[in-house]
């Protein structure tokens, strides 16, 4: 304090320079200006709870609305009963074996369903495009899916059913779909859906000149014929299993041509489909707000609503500090959000509000590695793996949100397969783990780490700075390490910094999250090159091969199975947990459910209140 | 005087290319790409990859796209968010008005607690008003932005219920970031204040006043402070800046919808056009703002005069 007294005191002096004030000034006035810059690159968006098919939610591209953006396929036991999907004190439909929500209790299918109000949710940051061509983020589709119709969905036994399209035929050679269009949909803008919107729509994903991030998603698709009004067929250079997950998502949302004729490039920000929302308005940086399409019949059959929604609106608000979510929830300015794990506590202790959670999700948060040294040794990544502490994670990192996972699939995705893991998978033993690494060939050198032929087991994880329950994973996993001779260093980045590293291989091993709805996440993941450029095991690839080219449901499964197998012996990654998705809501809103892929029925929602 | 705006004016033109300079670097410097986190945890193939990066301009050369970019801010062409899927202009058009409300009430509030505070401990130097001024002025230099906003939201909106927490653009919503920020900011408007008033408190002329029989009041109000605002609004003007870029994270914390939410999101995905967008025009506006503060001078200082 004295010292900066007197620095003012210099300055104020009688020569009252205003030179000398600046050039005191500068040096702290620019690191002012310049320190919330380089804290913003440093600081990736919090985690999200909720979230899309973004793989770390570091990237913040995940939506915070209780609309849950992605849809999974709900697992299955070996023996084909669904798991619970969800658990939710407004009690829908499906029966949970495990704990109900926590959260103060509401009465169950209280009373019946009242049309009006508006749900007010919000979303950790503006969508770039309304246009399912035009964009492929969690935020954005989250909000589409309410807009559009697709062709099919995924229903609780993760097989696609009838939705726009009434029934298909799969070609012998697996290469060719054939849908009918149901007939009588129309678009908000009062246009047809039949067989010509369906093919324009495809057809423009697959125009180069759209540019459109969504092509990938279609596999190997090369053309969309009309075989008549009500008929069409696509057609693929090979079979390609994912895509019917891919379609009945937002991306595979059904647009209307004669808005993307009419609006051109800004069809994005003005956006039509036959959804049970039509969109209002979108001032831009604001928010979002839709409202209740009055047409609307629900083809769906895992809807309890099979008319127009009893909402009026649907508003977003752009709200991108949980926290801040947090207190307009509590406020009563918001009706639901999704939260953080750590926020679980505090809306649990508040009788006001209820908690909905979804357990079966499509997200895995695991270790992967580098392709090199010591990696390349399986002792040492099977090591790594019994000496993850799940449980301790679970609770430690994700506040018991969280179901630890042996398996390198998300627990809610279409061949997670407990049986598997308790035969292949690595529990946690640190005996075990000690015992692989010696039977090897490592002993423990003078400073007590594991060595073989001099080269000490030391390296580096990287954490992307977005998630705290990662981050305390990544703790938990070091000192678990230690214990077993391993120094494990941690370093923690922000997300857009790790990417290129990660992309380089500069890197030697990480702690990642990733989502996805379909069993095609493994081959996202691992088929060669991998999304890290680390992987090229031609006998994986094969087996990846077979499991995304096998468009029967029961073939699929046996060969998700056998790549299951195989990764678990090669222990290609470290599973650690699936993580849940947890959404927070006034007591008021009620029917609130999850569909079989995560995408909240928000056309099965009303407010009990008015 | 004339003469000399434009001048000044002039000279915002090196510091643009400056600008410009140091930002295209920044894409060299920092890593992250941003088509890259686009598609990352998606399916995606190289073609589509490689078809967006061609869509925006990315696959060029950075030498042209630089050019590139330099002649579309000529033409007042901005470029294209890639966040957005909007005009660069139009985006931070519709902004910007956000920002400036908040830096504009902030200081505001950073001046009035300033003046008040630090003239008040200036007068009773070492009394208690003194050093309860002190402590609270060390305490708001030392504050975090982000932890001070969220205090206030959870006090005032959520306990007490006087403002609302989303309340971007209206009166009662401007209070609580703008408070966050003014508080902080008149913590060194504040301790400037008490020492330049101090220094000229102590000065001859004040000595004179007060021997010619003027009224304390009109004394301090009236002689020693008219004196001392001229190292006082340089602060202040440098202090905007500063407001500008500290709005930034106070803008995430309250979903003020300014340039500064805008530029955090453009940031964590290398948006870059967006990114370069906004620094230029916050420059812009710092620049504008300190040729302000100097024609102050003049008014304030009939010594100081501009050819």
Redesign the interface.
Request: hydrophobic share 45%; charged share 15%; glycine share 4%.
């Given at each position: 304090?004295g010292s900066?007294?007197s620095t003012?005191?210099t300055?104020?002096?009688a020569t009252?320079s205003?030179r000398r004030?600046?050039k005191f000034?500068a040096g702290t006035?620019l690191a002012?200006?310049?320190?919330?810059?380089i804290?913003?690159?440093g600081n990736?968006?919090s985690t999200s709870s909720s979230s899309g098919?973004?793989?770390?939610s570091a990237?913040?591209?995940s939506t915070k609305s209780g609309a849950s953006s992605l849809i999974k396929s709900t697992p299955v036991t070996s023996s084909g009963t669904p798991l619970n999907t969800f658990t939710n004190s407004g009690g829908s439909a499906t029966p949970s074996a495990s704990a109900t929500s926590t959260g103060s209790s509401q009465a169950s299918a209280s009373g019946q369903p009242v049309k009006g109000g508006t749900l007010r949710l919000s979303l950790i940051?503006?969508p770039?495009?309304l246009d399912p061509a035009?964009?492929?983020?969690a935020t954005a589709s989250g909000i589409m899916q309410y807009i559009y119709d697709s062709l099919v969905f995924i229903g609780p036994d993760r097989l696609p059913h009838p939705w726009l399209a009434e029934k298909w035929d799969i070609s012998p050679s697996g290469d060719q779909i054939t849908f009918t269009i149901r007939s009588g949909a129309k678009f908000h803008d009062g246009t047809d859906l039949d067989g010509a919107a369906v093919k324009a729509n495809f057809d423009r994903i697959l125009n180069?000149a759209t540019?459109?991030?969504a092509?990938?998603?279609l596999g190997s698709l090369t053309s969309v014929d009309l075989v008549d009004p009500a008929t069409v067929r696509f057609n693929f250079t090979s079979p390609y299993a994912?895509f019917f997950t891919?379609i009945s998502i937002s991306y595979g949302g059904i647009v209307s041509p004669s808005a993307v004729t009419k609006y051109g490039s800004a069809y994005?920000?003005n956006p039509v489909g036959s959804g049970p929302f039509m969109f209002k308005s979108w001032?831009?940086?604001?928010g979002l707000t839709l409202v209740r399409y009055d047409g609307y019949q629900q083809f769906r059959t895992d809807y309890q609503n099979t008319g127009p929604a009893y909402l009026d609106q649907i508003s977003y608000?752009?709200?991108?500090?949980s926290?801040?979510a947090q207190?307009?929830l509590?406020?009563g300015?918001?009706d639901l959000i999704g939260i953080d794990v750590q926020q679980v506590k505090e809306i649990e202790s508040n009788s006001n509000l209820q908690m909905l959670v979804w357990k079966t999700a499509d997200n895995m948060d695991f270790v992967e590695y580098a392709n090199k040294w010591p990696f390349t040794d399986l002792a040492v990544r099977q090591a790594i793996a019994y000496s993850i502490d799940r449980n301790s994670i679970v609770s430690g990192g994700f506040n018991g949100q969280a179901t630890a996972n042996l398996l390198p699939i998300p627990v809610g995705v279409a061949g997670w397969d407990e049986s598997l893991g308790t035969q292949y998978g690595y529990a946690y033993d640190l005996t075990k783990a000690k015992k692989t690494l010696t039977d090897a060939g490592y002993a423990p050198g003078s400073d007590g780490i594991m060595a073989k032929d001099g080269k000490r087991l030391s390296f580096t994880m990287i954490v992307y700075s977005g998630s705290d329950p990662l981050k305390t994973a990544s703790q938990i996993i070091q000192a678990s390490l230690k214990q077993v001779g391993i120094d494990c260093k941690i370093t923690i980045m922000?997300?857009?910094?790790e990417?290129?590293?990660l992309?380089k291989g500069n890197f030697d091993c990480d702690l990642m999250r990733?989502?996805?709805p379909d069993p095609?996440i493994l081959s996202?993941l691992f088929k060669s090159p991998g999304?890290t450029h680390q992987h090229s095991d031609p006998n994986l690839d094969k087996l990846l091969e077979a499991a995304d080219s096998a468009l029967d449901p029961s073939k699929r499964l046996d060969a998700i199975h056998t790549a299951l197998k195989y990764l678990l012996q090669q222990a290609v990654i470290a599973p650690i947990c699936t993580d849940w998705i947890v959404d927070a809501a006034w007591n008021y809103v009620k029917g609130y459910s999850w569909d079989a892929l995560g995408g909240a029925r928000l056309a099965d929602v009303w407010l009990a209140k008015h | 005087m004339t003469a000399y705006i434009i001048r000044r004016l002039l000279l915002l033109i090196p510091i643009w290319f400056g600008i410009l300079v140091l930002v295209f670097l920044m894409r060299v410097l920092v890593p992250g790409d941003p088509i890259q986190l686009m598609f990352a945890g998606q399916i995606s193939s190289p073609q589509a990859e490689a078809a967006l990066r061609h869509e925006y301009g990315l696959d060029k050369p950075l030498p042209q796209q630089f050019i590139d970019y330099v002649d579309g801010v000529l033409h007042g062409n901005l470029g294209t968010s890639i966040t957005t899927q909007r005009p660069v202009l139009q985006d931070i058009e519709s902004r910007y008005p956000y920002t400036l409300v908040l830096a504009v009430a902030s200081l505001a509030i950073a001046i009035v607690i300033g003046l008040i505070t630090g003239m008040l401990s200036a007068v009773y130097k070492d009394s208690i008003i003194d050093m309860i001024s002190m402590v609270f002025s060390l305490a708001g230099l030392s504050m975090p932005s982000f932890w001070l906003g969220l205090l206030l939201i959870y006090f005032f909106a959520v306990d007490l219920n006087w403002f609302p927490v989303l309340g971007a653009m209206t009166p009662k919503g401007i209070v609580l970031p703008a408070f966050t920020l003014g508080v902080i900011s008149s913590a060194i408007i504040s301790r400037l204040v008490r020492a330049c008033m101090l220094d000229v408190l102590r000065e001859d002329y004040t000595r004179t006043a007060r021997a010619k029989g003027l009224g304390e009041r009109t004394v301090i109000v009236r002689h020693a402070l008219k004196n001392a605002l001229i190292p006082i609004i340089t602060i202040i003007g440098l202090q905007f800046g500063g407001l500008l870029s500290g709005a930034f994270i106070i803008e995430v914390v309250f979903a003020w919808h300014g340039v500064g939410e805008l530029a955090i999101q453009a940031l964590q995905k290398r948006d870059f056009p967006l990114i370069q967008g906004i620094v230029l025009v916050v420059a812009t506006t710092y620049v504008v703002v300190n040729l302000v503060v100097d024609l102050l001078y003049a008014v304030l200082d009939p010594r100081i005069a501009y050819k």
């Open positions: 304090m900066s007294d003012i005191e300055l104020t002096s009252l205003r004030v600046l000034v006035g002012a200006a310049i320190a919330p810059l804290a913003a690159c990736s968006a098919s973004s793989s770390s990237s913040a591209s940051e503006e770039d495009s035009k964009t492929i983020e180069p540019a459109s991030p092509k990938a998603q994912p891919n994005g920000h001032p831009a940086g604001q608000k752009i709200i991108s500090e926290a801040t207190a307009a509590e406020q300015e918001l922000d997300f857009g910094a990417l290129p590293i992309n990733w989502t996805w095609v996202l999304w | -």
